[in-house]
């Protein structure tokens, strides 16, 4: 199992690589419409910092989610061990 996953870490590096090489040749320029301001940017930079933000975003979900279950597990890890002294008590 554990080198399945190393296979597909890889794969996907190795995609985001060629997906840079490829990104740096365009060099197409858009105008981006800030609230304040319109500016033009190539495309690669726009379409780069679209995917970091999402990134990003992705992630701070994923460890609020992550933490909020381990808290929930040791909560219930507690409340367990109690509940196994009371019954042992009685």
């Known amino acids: 199992m554990r080198l399945k996953g190393l296979v597909l870490l890889i794969f996907i590096l190795m995609m985001l690589v060629i997906a ?3 990104g740096t040749q365009n060099d197409h320029l858009v105008l981006v419409n800030y609230l ?3 500016t033009e940017v190539k495309m690669s930079s726009v ?3 679209a995917f970091v933000l999402g990134f990003l975003a ?5 460890i609020y989610f992550y933490f909020r279950m381990k808290w929930k597990i040791a909560a219930l890890t507690r409340k367990n061990k109690k509940l196994i002294q009371q019954a042992t008590v009685k």
């Open 20 to 22: 840079g090489f490829v």
């Open 58 to 62: 992705c992630f701070i979900i994923f």
């Open 36 to 38: 304040f301001a319109e």
């Open 47 to 49: 379409l780069v910092s």
